[in-house]
């Protein structure tokens, strides 16, 4: 599985070959991303197996999601093998500049550095 974050949304991509896509789930609850899958066994008969190293079973994977993503609009594709999930970030969660305005009631004070030596000496 691989997670990273592009633009304004996070994208997930899992690697799920040889699985039947009716058996893909993708559920939020809580906060938390659940991915589920199934790889059915194969169903060969009559043969002798010299080597059986694919992969059957169940698959979960869980992310705990924060207040950061819109879950609302998270979304999944899955093509030759691979679930893509984008999980956009909320408004509130992206970047901004904020603008740092001076206290009203500041005062400031200029010295010229021209100014400096003589109001030293005067004293």
């Known amino acids: ?17 040889g699985v039947d896509p009716g058996s893909v789930e993708v559920s ?9 899958a199934q790889r059915s066994e194969r169903t060969e008969h009559d043969v002798q197996w010299l080597a059986s190293e694919r992969f059957a079973g169940g698959y979960m994977r869980q992310l705990s999601l924060g207040d950061g993503i819109d879950s609302e609009h998270i979304a999944a594709t899955y093509q030759n093998g691979v679930l893509t999930v984008t999980l956009p970030v909320v408004e509130k969660a992206k970047p901004r500049r904020i603008e740092i305005t001076p206290g009203a009631s500041e005062e400031r004070k200029i010295i010229e550095p021209a100014d400096a030596p003589e109001q030293a000496n005067k004293t």
Do not use: C, F, N, Q
Request: glycine letters at 12%; a negative charge.
């Open 28 to 36: 939020v609850e809580g906060g938390i991303l659940t991915v589920k």
């Open 1 to 17: 599985m691989d997670l990273y974050r592009s633009g304004d949304h996070y994208v997930l991509h899992a690697d799920l070959p």
